[in-house]
């Protein structure tokens, strides 16, 4: 008795609840939100390359599929409803559930299933790194908690190595082979379609394309910790031209001659508290974190927190740790404030 008296009581605070919402307010709450997806920089509805736009046509025609599904289900719903009784003798009866289960159970999702692959597998096949005939630029991209490493290998099986950016040429193929040194990460650029995982100990492939020059952004869609929300990264497509001067200025003779700008009290203090984990071309072989060898030239810092603009640098290094809490990089607490502007304000010219 005490346990029926209890769950009205549970049914009841229920109902009072449920009264206490207006279902319009709820609707114009969660509208904004279901619509967050449709536009914007991350946009997989704003296609930026082929086979980006081949996806969102899948999604288009899935969708329109579904929303026809829908309003059949419904609609026979309430005409199931709605309907006079009507008697049906047993063989009748028999006939019109095996009419449902082979026409709605077994045909229609056939030939859905078949209509999708259809539209699926050449768009699936687009994004396998087959052999072409001229070779395409490869971009390897690491997934670090919580940064980005992004290396251009040349043919003799060395490479200009950047991060949290990809420079990437436009009208062409471009392939990504993706892994990463700790967790899982996922490689996302929503505009130009995509988004492969990148396990550690594995290396998979995708081929992307983007149509014209422009700025695009990437992440990652995969949660690995508590720096995920802050991996963002720009991606800067150039005309071929452009692209083949971005990375002929990141070549190891060129880029070694932009270390000698540095005075030698700031190059002792990186020597001393920053190489062992930054690779700068030239001074510094570290791999822990970011290789900051044309750091100058990048558009933001720290995956996204800092748009890079003079003394952003001399910034991040005093505030890192609140503007990115709990990144890998250990607080600079030790150093006093001018030895890490001069720091920053070094690191800011190593722009190829
Ligand atoms: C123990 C290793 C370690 C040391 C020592 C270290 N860093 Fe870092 N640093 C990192 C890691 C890891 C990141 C990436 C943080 C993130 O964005 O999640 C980073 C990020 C950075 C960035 C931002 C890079 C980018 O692409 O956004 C700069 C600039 C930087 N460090 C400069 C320095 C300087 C200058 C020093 C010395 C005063 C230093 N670091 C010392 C590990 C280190």
Redesign the pocket.
């Known amino acids: 008795m005490s346990e029926r008296k209890e769950r009205c009581t549970a049914s009841c605070i229920q109902r009072a609840g449920a009264r206490q919402v207006n279902p319009a307010t709820l609707l114009a709450l969660a509208a904004p939100l279901a619509l967050m997806g449709c536009a914007g920089d991350k946009s997989i509805l704003d296609p930026a390359g082929q086979v980006a736009r081949e996806v969102a046509l899948i999604w288009w025609v899935m969708l329109s599929f579904a929303t026809v599904v829908f309003v059949s289900v419904v609609s026979l719903w309430l005409y199931a409803l709605l309907r006079k009784h009507r008697e049906h003798t047993p063989t009748q009866e028999r006939r019109i559930v095996r009419y449902w289960i082979v026409g709605g159970g077994l045909l229609l999702p056939g030939l859905t299933i078949c209509a999708l692959l259809a539209f699926g597998v050449p768009t699936g096949k687009r994004v396998l790194p087959v052999p072409l005939d001229n070779a395409p630029v490869v971009i390897e991209v690491v997934g670090?908690?919580?940064?980005w490493e992004v290396r251009y290998p040349n043919a003799e099986g060395e490479a200009v190595v950047t991060?949290?950016q990809i420079v990437m040429p436009a009208g062409e193929p471009v392939d990504f082979h993706v892994t990463a040194a700790d967790v899982i990460h996922s490689f996302w650029i929503p505009r130009l379609g995509g988004k492969i995982d990148m396990l550690p100990g594995r290396t998979n492939r995708i081929r992307l394309d983007a149509d014209a020059p422009g700025r695009l952004l990437a992440q990652s869609a995969e949660f690995s910790g508590v720096?995920y929300a802050?991996m963002t990264f720009p991606v800067e497509v150039l005309p071929r031209e452009e692209f083949d001067a971005w990375l002929a200025a990141r070549q190891p003779e060129a880029i070694e001659a932009l270390t000698a700008t540095a005075d030698a009290a700031t190059l002792a203090?990186?020597e001393e508290?920053?190489a062992?984990?930054?690779r700068v071309a030239g001074l510094s072989t570290?791999d822990?974190?970011?290789d900051?060898s044309d750091?100058g030239a990048?558009a933001?810092?720290?995956?996204g927190?800092l748009t890079m603009e003079e003394g952003a640098?001399a910034h991040?290094?005093e505030h890192?740790q609140t503007l990115?809490p709990g990144?890998?990089?250990?607080p600079?607490d030790d150093?006093d404030a001018a030895t890490?502007e001069a720091?920053?304000s070094w690191?800011e010219t190593l722009t190829p």
Do not use: D, E, Y
């Not at 670090?144 to 940064?147: A, E, I, L, S």
């Not at 990144?327 to 250990?330: E, G, L, Y």
């Open positions: 670090h908690q919580w940064w991060a949290n720096g802050h203090s990186f508290s920053c062992r984990c930054h570290g822990t974190g970011p900051l750091i990048r933001t810092l720290g995956g927190v640098i991040w290094l890192h990115k990144n890998k990089m250990p600079h150093m890490l720091l920053g690191l």
